[in-house]
């Protein structure tokens, strides 16, 4: 009975929390009016629908991708509908340097900030790994590094306004698939990293939430050129990704998956991490790092 009380009650609370709570909050357009977003890889695809959806909800937009006149454009229709602000700065994640200046610069244009979504990656082609380094390095600098530095960079204007880190992520990132080593590897690494950082934030108190974004197969431009005549499975619509990455932050869920078959999504939610993570974090004596 004693043990049920220590451990099972509360896993068992954990769990339904998890899938109960967040399954249920309702969201709000009005969340985001007036808040302070920014959206990397924003020039096309999935980024472009989100600075789409920010700009109807009223928000403050800056978008970044290495396409100035893309951005013009993008950054022209969020005013025409309707957002608060909208800015761009063009670059490439490829450069540190970059990523770590434009957080800043973004925060000045805007005031502040209390959405990072993070949505870049660099471009990917389906193919058998046998020796190409340069390639799995190049995946992990843009695709997980970047997100790293820009997360870091933010997280000082993220505290102040108790704000949020939306990182856009993949199935390859939570099961194997061939073809895309180097970008699986990146996408593990995602969750790895960030939901570590997650669970050091609710353990010392930092109000900042993370959402990690599953998805299946979307139907941009570049993943269906991408897939053409090797992958046989239906595209979810980039609008309703985006409106469901955007809604997953607002409601500071820590998952959300999209853009794949029910049991699919079930199977990978993996109540087993869960179960395993709330005993291994009961090991940690804290302390030493809070009051420091």
């Given at each position: 009975?004693?043990?049920?009380?220590k451990?099972?009650l509360?896993i068992l609370g954990?769990?339904?929390a998890?899938?109960?709570?967040?399954?249920?909050?309702?969201?709000?357009?009005?969340?985001?009016?007036?808040?302070?977003?920014?959206?990397?890889?924003?020039?096309?695809?999935?980024?472009?629908?989100?600075?789409?959806?920010?700009a109807?909800?009223?928000?403050?937009v800056?978008?970044?991708?290495?396409?100035?006149?893309?951005?013009?454009?993008?950054?022209?229709?969020?005013?025409?509908?309707?957002?608060?602000?909208?800015?761009?700065v063009?670059?490439?994640?490829e450069?540190?340097?970059?990523a770590?200046?434009?957080?800043a610069?973004?925060?000045?244009?805007?005031g502040?900030?209390d959405?990072?979504?993070l949505?870049?990656i660099?471009?990917?082609?389906?193919?058998?790994?046998?020796?190409?380094?340069?390639?799995?390095r190049?995946?992990?600098?843009?695709?997980?590094l970047?997100?790293?530095?820009?997360?870091?960079?933010?997280?000082?204007?993220?505290?102040?306004?108790?704000?949020?880190?939306?990182?856009?992520?993949?199935?390859?990132?939570?099961?194997?698939?061939?073809?895309?080593?180097?970008?699986?590897?990146?996408?593990?690494?995602?969750?790895?990293?960030?939901?570590s950082i997650?669970?050091?934030?609710?353990?010392?108190?930092?109000?900042?939430?993370i959402?990690l974004?599953?998805?299946?197969?979307i139907?941009?431009d570049?993943?269906?050129?991408?897939?053409?005549?090797?992958?046989?499975t239906?595209?979810?619509?980039?609008?309703?990704?985006?409106?469901?990455?955007?809604?997953?932050?607002?409601?500071?869920?820590?998952?959300?998956?999209?853009?794949?078959?029910?049991?699919?999504?079930l199977?990978l939610?993996?109540?087993?991490?869960?179960?395993?993570?709330?005993?291994?974090i009961r090991?940690?004596?804290?302390?030493?790092?809070?009051?420091?």
């Open positions: 009975m004693a043990f049920m009380k451990y099972l509360p954990i769990l339904l998890s899938y109960y709570y967040s399954a249920n909050e309702e969201f709000r357009p009005e969340m985001l009016k007036g808040k302070k977003v920014i959206v990397t890889g924003a020039s096309k695809g999935i980024g472009e629908e989100m600075a789409y959806h920010l109807k909800m009223g928000a403050h800056v978008v970044t991708a290495r396409s100035k006149e893309t951005l013009k454009k993008v950054v022209s229709h969020c005013l025409e509908l309707g957002a608060a602000s909208a800015h761009y063009a670059g490439t994640m450069d540190m340097t970059f770590e200046q434009f957080v610069k973004a925060g000045k244009l805007m502040g900030l959405m990072l979504i949505n870049h660099t471009n990917t082609s389906l193919n058998l790994f046998s020796d190409d380094i340069q390639l799995v190049k995946n992990m600098e843009v695709n997980f970047s997100y790293v530095v820009l997360s870091v960079a933010a997280l000082p204007m993220l505290k102040q306004s108790n704000g949020s880190i939306v990182i856009v992520s993949s199935m390859a990132g939570k099961m194997a698939n061939p073809l895309i080593a180097p970008y699986a590897g990146s996408k593990f690494a995602l969750d790895g990293f960030f939901s997650r669970t050091e934030y609710a353990m010392t108190k930092v109000n900042v939430s959402t974004c599953i998805l299946g197969l139907n941009t570049t993943a269906m050129k991408a897939v053409s005549g090797i992958l046989d239906t595209a979810s619509p980039k609008e309703e990704c985006a409106l469901e990455i955007i809604k997953g932050g607002a409601l500071r869920q820590e998952e959300v998956y999209y853009g794949s078959p029910v049991w699919t999504l199977l939610r993996n109540p087993g991490r869960k179960i395993l993570e709330f005993f291994s090991n940690y004596n804290m302390d030493k790092f809070i009051n420091n």
